[in-house]
């Protein structure tokens, strides 16, 4: 009987044919290219309901949008980044296209305020506190170490031997905190102004992790006006507030669609496992 599944590689004399790789390629990356795909569509309809149509320089100003947003990224590197992340030419136009058709989907939404600017000030050239962190998984670790640290031990030395943070290395060293960056936990930056250099806090519940965080030294103010970089400060709003708007209408649209299987190895792929 002859095989129909083409030939994509030769090892010797042995050949590779695609049906051979398959049930691994949907291991791998089944779900991801599924849910893309799905995305696509989706988009597509929304597009065709709305009479939006994107552009080719409308997709070249996603490309360059990413390049500017880092001044050390070149083309190449830009490449680089993509392929490491699993995406390949075809994966990266689909990328390009799809931010470009939900950037104009949401674009009549986006509205920058002085407010949001002015936020984005504070997020970006803020007061930030030099700080260590240790962090457990239970009350009773961090109730421990915060009284061994009042007994004197070494913040530094504790954060290294029982931190499970990735900053456990560097004796729980992490990048300054900015008082306005929700990235941070409200807790934890609600604690830093309230601490001297050299303090530490009581345990903070975040999650399901304690923190403790100490100030390591004086809180470091800005060096740049709200007027000197307000231009930056609007762009970086704006893009903030698109990205938030593009991840909703994305998500929305996601939950639109049904999907009927026909393919048990995508469907296995697609589903989420707790262990």
């Given at each position: 009987m002859q095989n129909n599944s083409?030939?994509?590689a030769?090892?010797?004399t042995k050949s590779i044919r695609m049906k051979d790789l398959l049930p691994a390629l949907i291991e791998i990356g089944g779900k991801e290219a599924l849910d893309d795909y799905m995305?696509?569509?989706?988009?597509?309809?929304?597009?065709?309901?709305?009479?939006i149509v994107i552009t080719p320089k409308e997709i070249r100003a996603e490309r360059i949008q990413f390049l500017t947003m880092y001044n050390d990224i070149s083309t190449p590197n830009f490449k680089k980044i993509l392929y490491e992340k699993g995406y390949g030419p075809n994966r990266e136009r689909q990328l390009l296209w799809r931010n470009a058709a939900l950037r104009k989907l949401v674009a009549q939404d986006v509205k920058v305020s002085e407010n949001s600017v002015k936020r984005m000030y504070e997020i970006i050239?803020?007061?930030?506190?030099?700080?260590?962190v240790i962090v457990t998984t239970t009350h009773k670790e961090a109730t421990d170490i915060f009284a061994k640290l009042n007994r004197g031990a070494s913040f530094t030395q504790l954060a290294v031997e029982l931190s499970i943070d990735p900053s456990a290395s560097r004796g729980g060293i992490v990048d300054s905190i900015p008082i306005a960056d929700p990235i941070w936990p409200a807790p934890i930056r609600e604690a830093l102004p309230k601490l001297n250099v050299g303090e530490f806090s009581s345990p903070i519940f975040i999650g399901d992790r304690w923190i403790i965080v100490q100030v390591t030294s004086a809180p470091v103010p800005s060096t740049e006006s709200f007027e000197q970089v307000k231009d930056e400060m609007q762009t970086l709003a704006k893009l903030a507030q698109e990205r938030f708007l593009m991840e909703e209408i994305a998500a929305s649209l996601t939950k639109k669609q049904s999907i009927t299987y026909f393919n048990s190895a995508f469907e296995h792929a697609s589903r989420s496992y707790v262990d």
């Open positions: 083409p030939v994509i030769l090892v010797g995305l696509n569509m989706a988009i597509e309809e929304e597009l065709r309901n709305n009479s050239h803020g007061t930030s506190y030099p700080a260590r």
